[in-house]
């Protein structure tokens, strides 16, 4: 049962464009979100988060957008940048930020 | 300041075997959590310890444990190991209420 669903494996975008990754959860009881971003043969590096109390939450090229009623995030990155070609990872959990569900990736591609 | 540190970051074992992983949090961390990613997919929760005392299991089979020791530094044991085992083991250590930062992880590769 997956719990949190990030329906595109893969994405590419021009450098200088708006990069969006959407993820999905079913959980109601899901009150904290978190973005992680991956390289290969790196650990997942915390990017942004946002409680279920905001709908929005931003932090330089990054923000995060939550839509409660629809259980669905999306994580903008303007302007995309190449050094921004990673695995982007979608994580929620009940309010520990300790227990994460992760998503299953989306891999980003940033073109120049 | 260094971050999450993890040993072996490579490691071959044969079925049957078992294996520890080690993992150094983050200085003044004092929550280590456990991962397991799989190729293909994100990772899924094994363990927390927050000092010292489990506070958190997921949905994995009693031939994984773990241990908190007092200076917060953990080890992840697996014993009997299969085939499946094979995949990134990752550790995180956290600050209360803080996201967590994790370390490059361990590789294992069960033959």
């Known amino acids: 049962d997956q719990q949190v669903k990030q329906n595109s494996p893969s994405l590419s975008v021009q450098e200088g464009r708006i990069s969006i990754l959407n993820c999905d959860y079913t959980?109601?009881?899901?009150?904290?979100f978190l973005w992680y971003k991956k390289y290969p043969a790196e650990g997942p590096t915390f990017l942004i988060s946002?409680?279920?109390?905001?709908d929005k939450n931003e932090d330089g090229r990054f923000t995060v957008f939550l839509n409660k009623s629809a259980k669905h995030l999306s994580l903008h990155i303007v302007p995309s940048q190449p050094g921004d070609s990673a695995v982007y990872f979608c994580?929620?959990?009940?309010?520990?930020?300790?227990?994460?569900?992760f998503g299953t990736g989306t891999r980003l591609q940033v073109t120049l | 300041d260094a971050g999450v540190t993890q040993s072996p970051t490579h490691l071959i074992k044969t079925r049957g075997q078992q294996v520890t992983l080690r993992c150094s949090p983050i200085?003044?961390?004092?929550?280590v959590s456990w991962y397991q990613q799989v190729l293909g997919q994100g990772p899924q929760f094994i363990f927390q310890?927050?000092?010292?005392?489990?506070?958190g299991r997921g949905n994995f089979p009693d031939r994984f444990s773990a241990r908190q020791f007092p200076n917060y530094s953990s080890e992840l044991n697996v014993n009997a190991l299969l085939l499946g085992d094979s995949a990134l083991y990752l550790c995180?250590?956290?600050?209360?209420?803080?996201?967590?930062?994790f370390g490059n992880g361990t590789r294992l590769t069960v033959t």
């Open positions: 995180a250590s956290s600050s209360p209420g803080g996201p967590l930062h």
């Open positions: 959980n109601s009881m899901f009150d904290y």
């Open positions: 946002i409680s279920s109390i905001k």
């Open positions: 994580a929620a959990d009940t309010g520990t930020a300790s227990k994460l569900t």
């Open positions: 200085s003044g961390h004092k929550s």
């Open positions: 310890y927050y000092e010292k005392e489990e506070r």
